[in-house]
Every structure is written in C-alpha cells, then in structure tokens.
C-alpha cells in the first residue's frame, strides 16, 4: 500500500499541474511581498526530520549486487580518517530512520510533467532568480546570514575570475558520480574565494599574481591524490610527479615548487608545498587536505537548460554557500570523528550548531547555508530541516577532501580555473583505478544512477542488460568523445527533468525530497528491514572508492 505522504504529495502536484493561476518568477525582483526568510522563521521550533542528514542514496536497494554506495563510504585518507565502508555492508540506521522519508523519489512524475509545455518550461529556466534574492537579502538590516556578492550578470573574465572584483574565481571540475551527473536532473557550478589576505602581497596592496600563487598551493594541497612534501621533505611514493597548476611565481613563493633547482616565473607544477602560503597570507600554514580558515565555496544547483552547451540555466533550484570558520588541528579533527562515532553508537541522531539563519555548522569547521526555491520559484532560505538534508554529505563521509567535493576534482591548471563545462573534458579514473570513472561506476552500481532508474542511459551504454563497454571507453583519455558526451542528458529528458523538478517546487514538499523520478521508482527501499545490505555476501564491497582523479 502506498504511503498516506505518496498519496498527499500525488493530489499536491495534480492540484498545482492543473492550476490556471500560477505567479509569475520573473516579477520576484518588484514583488514587495517576496520574503526570502519568511518559511524558515514560520517553521522555526518544529524539529522535523532529525535523520534528514541520512540522503536518499543510502535508501537505494542493493539488490543483485548493485553497489553505489562505495562512491560515498570508503576508507578514511589523511585528516578524513573516517573509514565508513563498513556501511555498504550494513545499514546501521537507527529505528527512526528505517522508514524512507524521501517519498518523493517513490512517485513517477513523468504523467505530471508531460502536462507542462516545452515552451513554458523553457520560458522559467531562462529566467534569473538569483539577482532577485541578492537584492532582498540586501534590503534587510535584520539579517544576520550570507548575503550573495557574487553579480553572476558581471560575468567572469578569461582567467574565471569575477570581474566585480568580489575575489570569486570559477572552478571547472569532474561532478561526482551518479546522482550529479546532468543526466539524473541537475546542473552545477562552483566558486571559490579566499580571505582578503590571501588576495595581497606583503604589503596589503591587492595582487592577482599572489592571489594565483595560493589559490595554487591550495589546488596542489586539495586535489593532489597523495600528500606532496613540503620543502626539504622527501617525497612519498607516487607523489613525485606533483600537480599541474597553472603558471605561477616561485619567486613570490620564495621556494622551488617544481624541484627543477630554480627559482622560476612561471611554474606550472607543483611537487613541494611550501610551509605557508604567500603575500599577505604569509602566516598561515599549508597544510594538505585541509583549507584555510576563511576559504569560502559558492555552488548552484540548476535547471538544465538543453539548448546552453553547458547545460546551465539561468535558474537556480538551490544556492549553497560554506564557509571555513574554523580550522581544527589534527587532533581535534581525530576527536570529532570520534564524538560522531559515539553518538551514532548510542542510536543518537547527529547535532549541528547554528540555524538557518545564519547556517549549521559541522564538526570541522565548515557553516553551510542553502537557499531554494519557494512555490512561485523565488529562492528562500531553507528550513532547519532542510539544512540537515545538506549536512549529512559534508559531515561524516569517509570520500570527501576536507568534508568538500569539487576542488579535489578540479580539471588541473589553468583549463581548471574558468565557469563549468563537461566539453572536452575526459573520464579520467579515480585515483588508484586503471579504469575510467564512469565505466567502473556503471559496472558496480548497475546504472547510472544509485536507483537504476535513469531508462535513457541503460538503452545507449547497457541495451539488453549488457554493459557496452567500448561505447563508455569513448569518453576516456584516448576515446573520440568526452564526459558531456557520456553524463548529458537528451533534450526530451532534460525537459521532462526539469517539468518534474518543477512540479516539486510547485508543492513545496522538501521535507520529502528533492529528487525526481521518471518511471517507477522500483530500485528505492520503502523501509530498511534488517542490517545486511547483501553486497557483503556477494563480496560485492569495494575499498577503493576516492574524490580524487587521476588527471
């Protein structure tokens, strides 16, 4: 029997589908009734979902073999020391939690979203709803949160710095695997920002140049797959060959990055980090894996515009911003991994400093505050609720680089530093596979998505149920095509995709969700019965898994 929220959230979307009345997005700018605080303040006191941390993923039905858990739960890497693969084996959820929450992904939008036109869901994509909630939040004096500074309609120049001079640089990188490829239903793009300090030479004076040379140390420091010595260390095996960066000044650094025995102008490798970093930042250490208090990451999560190379629409379904506010030594970060393993131990769900109003903060220094969009797809600022919906990914996850995604993947170098776009770039392995990402998630997770849901990709890359693996490998460094090639969506489905997504937004039901499915949802667990996942039975358990590429 379908759950009584399934059936709610069916008369919800049939209602808003067929509503003759729907308020228009693009007058959110004028609207003196647009209030982006106003349904976190109305939700306050109402605790919700305190497993919300648990994302829809871990619901994913295992069976056959089918593992995409490995992406997330791995063994642990330098100050990440969590090594959580033991839950591809075991679900190891608490009582609360074995009931799938996230019923939206259990309802088949595709009935719904073929009632929304081509032209009508191309006219919202195209229209910007992030300008209008930076002039709302502005207008506020009573806010305490983030207020956007980045003018996306100032754009970035050739370097992907953005010309507001707001200190934002664009970072083109690999999205993780499955649930972030365009294909099941979004596209993204990150920024990243240092403190002032990192933007000036000794001097306080503003220099690119030195802004260049740390957000390289930081670029070698984040994305290398093992740990580079810093000067005078000797170097571990398999790190000699360092990390490739754009042209950078080892005069300004004061040492030799590249190891060549020089002092250069232009280096464009770096294979010795060293102890800090350079100008105004000249205090502050370097430390591997781990970014500086200060450091600031803006992403959207967007609508996928078909018709844009990039696939990026102007619209924005989500904003999230994290910023380091704190930079716990080593041991501290030991001694949080081990309060989140008591407190999971004691069946106690995970608690987050802060609010939503100015952001939850985890146990590693990071405060993150995410925006979404309202009923009439205005951007607001999310629930409490909602925010634990974000936290579970940046908490206490064995993959992740700093509790973070994207930088350990940035496309090395200058190619690296400019606004998301898959074209050209190739399906390079994770770091310590011989295999091409994409090839070996699809061998081991069954699909190209954690549910097997997505019909479009299993018909070009598993027609018959047998993994083409000479049409995958043509997105591999060697192959004709790239990964855009292999992770973008049709036109059809992106449409549909966003039609459904759409649909979402219109019933305001977030604490269900925020996936979509087109077809029946028969790969989601409606509830967790029992501890094993089977894939330990079925030595279908990988330790392998990493954020980090090999470029």
């Excluded at 084996?89 to 009931?99: C, H, P």
């Amino acid at each position: 029997m379908r759950d009584h929220r399934g059936r709610l959230l069916s008369a919800s979307l049939a209602l808003a589908a067929t509503s003759a009345v729907l308020a228009a997005a693009s007058s959110c700018g004028g609207d003196a009734s647009y209030d982006p605080l106003a349904t976190a303040a109305a939700a306050a006191g109402r605790p919700g979902n305190l497993e919300a941390s648990i994302p829809p993923m871990c619901y994913a039905s295992t069976a056959g073999g089918a593992n995409g858990c490995w992406t997330c739960h791995t063994t642990g890497f330098g100050p990440n020391a969590l090594a959580d693969h033991d839950l591809q084996r075991e679900y190891s959820f608490s009582d609360a939690a074995r009931k799938n929450p996230w019923t939206n992904l259990l309802e088949d939008l595709s009935a719904v979203a073929a009632r929304t036109s081509d032209a009508e869901i191309l006219e919202y994509i195209r229209e910007d709803n992030y300008a209008p909630l930076r002039r709302a939040l502005a207008a506020r004096g009573d806010y305490p949160g983030h207020v956007p500074d980045l003018d996306l309609e100032a754009g970035l120049d050739d370097e992907g710095f953005a010309r507001d001079g707001s200190g934002y640089r664009a970072v083109r990188y690999k999205p993780f695997p499955g649930s972030f490829w365009p294909t099941n239903g979004s596209a993204g793009d990150v920024f990243i920002r240092l403190p002032p300090a990192f933007r000036e030479d000794a001097s306080g004076a503003p220099s690119r140049e030195v802004y260049k040379l740390n957000l390289a140390l930081l670029e070698a420091a984040i994305a290398s797959p093992l740990p580079l010595p810093q000067a005078g260390e000797a170097a571990l095996a398999g790190a000699s060959a360092g990390r490739e960066v754009e042209p950078v000044s080892e005069v300004l650094a004061g040492v030799d990055l590249d190891g060549d025995g020089e002092l250069e102008a232009a280096a464009t490798r770096i294979r010795r980090l060293p102890a800090r970093y350079a100008g105004g930042a000249a205090g502050v250490p370097v430390r591997a894996w781990i970014y500086p208090r200060g450091t600031e990451l803006l992403h959207s999560v967007r609508y996928l515009d078909p018709d844009r190379p990039s696939l990026l629409a102007a619209r924005m379904k989500e904003l999230r911003y994290a910023r380091k506010v704190d930079e716990p030594d080593d041991w501290a970060i030991s001694r949080a991994y081990e309060r989140e393993a008591d407190e999971k131990e004691e069946g106690r769900p995970p608690r987050y400093a802060g609010s939503p109003e100015v952001g939850l903060r985890n146990a590693f220094g990071w405060q993150i505050q995410g925006f979404i969009e309202d009923e009439q797809g205005r951007l607001r600022l999310q629930t409490a609720e909602e925010h634990r919906a974000c936290m579970g990914c940046h908490g206490a996850v064995g993959v992740t680089v700093d509790h973070t995604f994207s930088l350990a993947r940035k496309v090395p170098g200058a190619a690296g530093w400019r606004h998301q776009d898959l074209r050209g770039m190739p399906d390079v392995p994770q770091a310590g596979h011989a295999e091409p990402e994409v090839l070996t998630y699809l061998r081991r997770a069954g699909g190209a998505d954690d549910y097997r849901g997505n019909a479009e990709m299993l018909a070009r890359f598993v027609p018959g149920g047998a993994l083409d693996e000479a049409e995958v490998r043509r997105g591999a460094p060697g192959g004709d095509r790239d990964l855009a090639y292999l992770v973008a969506p049709s036109r059809e489905r992106a449409l549909l995709l966003d039609k459904a997504y759409r649909a979402l937004v219109r019933a305001q039901r977030f604490e269900a969700g925020r996936d979509v499915t087109l077809g029946p949802a028969t790969g989601v667990l409606r509830v967790v019965e029992g501890e094993s996942t089977g894939l330990g039975e079925a030595q279908r358990v990988y330790l392998d898994g990493r954020a980090h590429l090999a470029w």
